[in-house]
């Protein structure tokens, strides 16, 4: 029976307009990729990567072109990466998960289970709260109650009106992610004042290629550094040694599961921290990085948390730590709306 | 229902008296273990190794210690490394591949679809000639006339007499493996010597820990170098990038396939190659070992062949490939006889 391979339009509304250093944003146009295979089918969502040149249009036309490279939908750990088209990480990540979920379907086992991982490992995840007045902010973290931790983005003019009202609103760990925003000129004065405000760790302080300015800053700061926009793939990791303490793995940004697991691999070698995190996403591609989640030190996997409504339900919070479900796959479902 | 873990002795008869710069060697005293679960027993064996301490005393011991510690066998990717005692790695790699056996069937599928491996792609394996006079060589090499390639082991005074024994009996490409015999100053004479032989590349030239010494070394070498007893698990692969071409992962050595994925993945994050290598084993372990083969660029999974008579059969070489069962599990049975 032939691979059968569709795509189409998921798009996702906002509950909260979001700010980051990179501008406002309302809905969200992901993609939904279904591959079907003997009669079970499988899930998987792109979330494309303005930044690298991604949008839905060419996530999609790139999800049609593996259709017909791939062969053996069984070989779901090497499948999605020799059949990707260069350039749209966000489209092989959405097969990728997608042959996942197939493959434990297949075999009436979940993910987790499939990949022989233990899901009482479940790490804690964070809850973002985006740029916004003092008094919206507040009003955020109230809200994200039920979250151990807080991540808070900054990049802008008022990083620290924005940091304080957090701050002043609650004793939670915050981690900050400062998205490329800051020079390397102007990073130790803000990180030295980050610490007196008991953040945890940053990500990403400094532009992506500027890793030999993040050696020299990490030698004198009081605070942790994780990559995210520095790291994209296994590859990547080696020159990150000695820059950055963690890296920030995104489906997304890697092209899914198969490599994330790779890239766990790289960064223990290294010694390095791993954190998991999301775009802003459905269940569907929450519910997949959650699968893999026993196996990092903490997630930040709230994309899903953020929207208006997910057309999906999957993975929960339980206690403050993303656990996947107990049902074959991802186990993901449409939610009845 | 409990999870039960029994292990016996597996003595290996070999075909011929087997001498390498460590002595020779008639009898391999290797371990088999099996782990049983809600009526599926999975396979594994151990090869213990003496210069690291080992027995098989030793790893029986380790083999028992690790029963009271496995909670949950379906977590076959971390249970044996968590379970593992300190130094008996062995052990630590019976249980592995015992739980992975168990999974794959108790799931009804071949090990490397588990993994979403695609057995198709088999890398070429090739065949060890032990030392040995001119003529007994010219003969193994004749008896390996279906391996497409040959490893010579050296390391003793009367290196170049055996290995041109064995090219002046063969075109076939040829392996070294130095086992860790040569000195620095003798090095690149040697090396230049071998390039002269049409030898392909060279494993473990100087004694492991002298990776300083390896990378001057691997400036002035005509031929690359596979590292191998510098290598044991994921952890060590950073440091020999540079002064090794690839590495050479045992499943003995680091502890199982779990540990063997990982590895995989660090090392291609280093851009080196990798060979998959074996101790003197049956078919359990061999077979485990095919069964991730699809992710190397070669393998030396020649342990079993050297046997006189193996107690199982598995993986099979096909057209000098080495390929595993399409069954569940392993997919090794019991040897009728």
């Given amino acids: 029976m032939p691979l059968l391979i569709r795509s189409r339009a998921l798009d996702l509304r906002l509950r909260h307009t979001f700010r980051t250093a990179r501008g406002p944003s309302d809905v969200r146009e992901n993609l939904l990729v279904e591959v079907e295979h003997q ?10 990567i303005r930044r690298y040149g991604e949008d839905r249009a060419s996530a999609a036309a790139a999800v049609s072109a593996m259709a017909g490279r791939l062969d053996d939908p069984r070989a779901y750990s ?22 996942h979920d ?39 973290v109230k809200e994200a109650a039920a979250y ?12 620290r009106e924005m940091l304080t009202a957090v701050r002043d609103s609650t004793d939670r760990p915050i981690r900050v992610d ?65 820059a950055f303490d963690g890296i920030n793995i995104k489906l997304m940004k890697c092209g899914g599961l198969a490599e994330a697991l790779r890239m766990i691999a790289v960064a223990r070698a290294h010694g390095m921290k791993v954190m998991l995190g999301c775009m802003i996403e459905s269940s569907i591609a929450i519910t997949a ?10 997630a930040d ?30 186990g993901v479902r449409p939610r009845p709306g």
């Fill in 178 to 242: 400062a998205n490329e925003g800051w020079t390397p000129e102007e990073a130790l004065e803000r990180l030295r004042w980050l610490a007196g405000m008991g953040v945890e760790f940053v990500e990403q302080p400094l532009p992506a290629g500027r890793e030999e300015e993040m050696r020299a800053l990490r030698r004198n700061s009081p605070l942790p550094f994780y990559a995210d926009e520095s790291v994209h793939r296994a590859r990547d990791i080696p020159k990150l040694a000695g």
């Fill in 39 to 48: 009669g079970e089918t499988g899930l998987g969502e792109a979330a494309p």
């Fill in 78 to 99: 090497l499948a999605a990466r020799e059949a990707a088209v260069p350039g749209q990480v966000s489209a092989e990540a959405a097969v990728d998960m997608a042959l």
């Fill in 148 to 159: 151990p931790i807080l991540k808070v983005k900054m990049g802008s003019a008022d990083d």
């Fill in 289 to 298: 990085a959650a699968h893999i989640a026993p196996l990092v030190d903490t």
């Fill in 301 to 330: 996997l709230d994309g899903n948390l953020l929207l208006d409504e997910d057309p999906f339900s999957g993975a929960t919070v339980v206690d403050g730590r993303i656990v996947p479900p107990d049902a074959p796959g991802l």
């Fill in 102 to 140: 197939l493959a434990g379907r297949r075999l009436g086992v979940p993910l987790f289970e499939l990949l022989g991982l233990d899901r009482r490992r479940a790490p804690e995840t964070s809850f973002t709260i985006g740029m916004d007045t003092p008094e919206v902010v507040a009003r955020k």
